[in-house]
């Protein structure tokens, strides 16, 4: 267990204590109430720190990542990296904006030449859990927000992506201003710990399993949380899709990272015919993006690690194999895999696929789709391939989902003006641009009665 604080940076055998977590906590709070963390001069400041961590370590950042999930340059340096900067150049030029006071209009009756406004107050100190699939972004966004909005920030990495967590627990201090901010190391002895202390807000990034743990610990002491879940996000394809387009944009989204992406499509959902030609169109679509052997691509990453492996592989015997299923478990290789004429009651379709594998399960028509979307789990994202505008329209007004693309999958994600979050089993709060501000603040109400 490794926890790199104000004072020091240790690492030490023995399990993270109550005593510790409490004492760097406390440490943070005092900063918080010195009022040191809120003029708007040392946010930029820490922004511009994180953004001078993320360019000067670029090619460190993304070795990193390659050891822990194989993922390659380009990909780390556009997912990665390249949002997380867009995100903070985001904060840099609205900072003003987004945090100034709002007036309010006094319409009650009896105040006369009362003024009214709400100003964004920071919470305190936060802690960010961030998850493995995207350790660079899925941590360091949430950790700009909470800076954005002027709070002290425990920043708990994700322990599976054990060579960028070393990495991250090393940069962090060196850039940011450590009597506000702190880092702590570990898996689930280390996040129980932290737990048990009181923060002003939990952001946390993971499955729904320990986002339960999350909230009930929260509970304790009236802390408000985000959870960023997951799900099963569907993707509905129409009769009038382009199926070479629509082929191509699922085989790069659902097999990015190998397919270890939240928002990733999880199953597809048309009808038979449609899905005959798409089968055919994702086999072609999968080689021209991996090859005739996807395990010798750069292009293609691996699974975190063996137990998510034969997770993934205990999967592969649903429905019939229209492309991949080839595995590796020395390498963590899951091939791209396409399943088609897939059963609902089938074991790929009973939680969230987060992987490499692409159920096609046939449904007569539009109404069957949404019928199906609404018997289950309300999904972290919605995709649908379309020209139909009431089709558009009746997914639009009659499911519910995290967030909904038309076209494209996943790419709300990148839309720093769309808040990001789930509903239901797939999560709650949000965040992004001025959505994360918000989050990491209290709107306070203020009126001003003139005394005479």
Not at 317 to 336: K, L, N
Request: charged share 20%; hydrophobic share 45%; net charge negative.
């Amino acid at each position: 267990m490794t926890v790199t604080d104000a004072k020091a940076a240790f690492t030490h055998d023995d399990a993270f204590t109550a005593t510790e977590a409490t004492a760097l906590v406390n440490r943070l709070r005092a900063t918080f109430r010195t009022g040191h963390t809120k003029p708007l001069a040392w946010r930029r400041q820490q922004l511009t720190r994180l953004r001078d961590l993320l360019t000067d370590n670029r090619a460190a950042i993304a070795d990193a990542l390659h050891a822990d999930l194989r993922k390659n340059r380009a990909e780390a340096d556009a997912m990665e990296i390249g949002l997380t900067i867009a995100e903070i150049d985001d904060y840099l030029e609205h900072l003003e904006e987004w945090t100034a006071p709002q007036p309010a209009p006094v319409t009650v009756p009896g105040l006369p030449g009362s003024t009214a406004r709400t100003q964004l107050d920071p919470l305190g100190v936060a802690l960010v859990i961030s998850a493995w699939n995207y350790p660079v972004n899925l941590l360091l966004v949430p950790v700009a927000g909470a800076l954005a909005a002027g709070n002290a920030v425990v920043i708990k990495p994700a322990e599976y992506a054990a060579r960028t967590s070393a990495l991250l627990a090393q940069l962090l201090p060196a850039y940011l201003d450590t009597d506000a901010i702190a880092v702590v190391e570990g898996g689930a002895p280390e996040t129980t710990v932290l737990l048990e202390q009181r923060f002003d807000h939990i952001f946390y990034t993971g499955n729904g399993t320990v986002g339960r743990i999350v909230m009930t610990a929260a509970a304790k002491n009236l802390t408000p949380v985000v959870l960023e879940l997951g799900g099963k996000s569907p993707v509905f394809v129409d009769r009038d899709a382009d199926i070479a387009t629509v082929a191509q944009r699922l085989a790069q989204t659902k097999f990015a990272n190998a397919g270890q992406t939240c928002v990733a499509p999880d199953y597809v959902l048309t009808d038979p015919g449609t899905a005959t030609e798409l089968q055919a169109a994702l086999v072609v679509a999968t080689k021209a993006l991996f090859g005739d052997n996807p395990q010798t691509s750069d292009a293609y990453g691996r699974i975190i690690n063996e137990r998510h492996f034969d997770r993934l592989s205990a999967l592969l015997g649903s429905g019939r194999t229209v492309t991949g299923g080839q595995t590796d478990r020395a390498d963590r290789y899951i091939a791209p895999t396409v399943l088609a004429d897939v059963r609902p009651d089938e074991p790929v379709m009973q939680e969230e696929i987060f992987g490499p594998i692409l159920p096609i399960l046939p449904v007569a028509d539009l109404d069957e789709a949404i019928a199906f979307i609404n018997d289950r789990d309300k999904p972290l994202a919605l995709y649908a391939f379309t020209e139909n505008d009431t089709t558009k329209r009746r997914l639009a007004t009659e499911t519910s989902s995290g967030g909904l693309n038309f076209g494209l999958p996943m790419r709300h994600l990148a839309v720093q003006t769309l808040p990001f979050g789930g509903v239901g089993e797939s999560g709650m709060g949000n965040y992004h641009g001025r959505y994360s501000i918000e989050t990491f603040s209290h709107r306070k109400a203020i009126l001003d009665v003139p005394l005479s």
